[in-house]
């Protein structure tokens, strides 16, 4: 069985939600034992109406409402690009994010038909009492329960193609590597061609081998920045695998809509005002 705290560090960073994280637990795969999804509770501030939230590590996510205000379960695909995700009235949640290549072995639903929309789960699938059932549970354990039991049923009714571990074992190496691979290299590891990964990974993950990798390496600088904002941005480019500084501003800003500079600056007047 795979160390699941492995998985904790390479979730997605997201500094701009108004919320918190609470109750995190990993799921794991009923058929392998290895990590399937992350869950974890999330309460949003008051006035919180969305998640302004950058392109992850393709972590697509179901978000169950836990206000028991008859919000329906919905389906956020991946990000290939910053944007407000709604919170559909809702602040308190439990979202379940599944890691690369494990939503569409669980539902068989292709991740690139699911790419930058949030809609109803019940679009995609029958859902039946779920959405209640978690809404109504009297403790995080209870609502893990039923939504893997919710998941195993789904499993035993889709048959998971081989396709999908690899894309599991592909983008978990990426990750590893902090996304500083080319395709020529996942061709020779894989023995495949660089048309068959493309298919695969955009059917499993929702988007393209390089834009999965761009995303993937886009998180690891923004995580080195949070986690040493003193760290000279010239290091961080060069770490992360960027040509020079002036690259790694240039894709940052796409990513954010901000420099990096101004995005540190940010961190220092927020742990000012935090510590004042």
Request: glycine content about 6%.
């Amino acid at each position: 069985m795979e160390k699941t705290k492995d998985y904790m560090h390479i979730l997605s960073v997201q500094p701009f939600w108004k919320a918190k994280k609470i109750n995190q637990q990993i799921l794991l795969n009923p058929d392998t034992g290895s990590p399937l999804a992350v869950i974890y509770e999330l309460v949003s501030e008051k006035d919180a109406k969305s998640l302004h939230s950058v392109p992850g590590i393709g972590l697509l996510g179901l978000m169950f409402s836990l206000d028991q205000n008859d919000s329906p379960a919905m389906l956020c695909g991946l990000l290939n690009q910053t944007k407000d995700v709604p919170l559909f009235g809702s602040t308190h949640t439990l979202l379940c994010q599944f890691f690369p290549g494990q939503f569409t072995g669980t539902f068989g639903i292709p991740c690139q038909e699911v790419t930058d929309i949030e809609a109803p789960l019940e679009d995609f699938i029958h859902i039946g009492t779920i959405s209640d059932e978690i809404a109504s549970a009297e403790s995080f354990q209870q609502r893990i329960e039923i939504f893997s039991k919710f998941v195993k049923e789904w499993r035993n009714r889709t048959r998971s193609h081989a396709s999908n571990n690899l894309v599991a074992c592909l983008m978990k190496d990426a990750i590893k590597k902090h996304g500083i691979l080319k395709i020529s290299q996942l061709e020779k590891k894989t023995g495949y061609s660089a048309r068959y990964l493309q298919r695969i990974v955009l059917e499993s993950v929702g988007l393209a081998p390089k834009a999965a990798l761009n995303n993937i390496r886009f998180q690891n600088a923004l995580r080195m920045i949070l986690e040493s904002p003193t760290m000279p941005l010239a290091t961080v480019a060069q770490q992360c695998g960027y040509y020079d500084q002036s690259h790694f501003t240039k894709i940052f800003h796409e990513y954010t809509g901000m420099t990096p500079t101004t995005f540190v600056k940010q961190l220092h007047n927020t742990f000012w005002q935090e510590k004042s």
